[in-house]
């Protein structure tokens, strides 16, 4: 999996990682609860995101227009949270 996007596709992961700073950054960089608490509430908020953007739409190559990782912008950001997620309980 490459750093790729696509238009808009790049809120999909700096989505996630501007919601885990403003945790980090109001509750404390050991708040862990706070952080998974973040995390999901990203996640909720890029498959919103994404769905508004890419809805139906699809470009000239078939694919949605808002591309994360490759993947539409929604599947990606709720990736990347979830990878965030579970990143706080090892």
């Keep these: 999996m490459t750093l790729t996007w696509r238009r808009l596709g790049y809120l999909g992961f700096m989505i996630p990682f501007a919601f885990w700073g403003l945790a980090a950054v ?8 706070a952080f998974r608490v973040a ?6 908020t890029v498959w919103v995101v994404g ?5 139906d ?14 993947m539409p912008m ?17």
């Design 26 to 33: 109001l509750f404390g960089h050991m708040a862990f609860g």
């Design 39 to 44: 995390f999901v509430l990203a996640a909720i």
């Design 51 to 55: 769905n508004r953007l890419n809805g």
């Design 57 to 70: 739409d699809t470009d000239d190559d078939g694919k949605a227009p808002h591309l994360t990782f490759g």
């Design 74 to 90: 929604q599947k990606a950001g709720v990736l990347v949270s979830l990878a965030g997620l579970v990143l706080t309980f090892l």
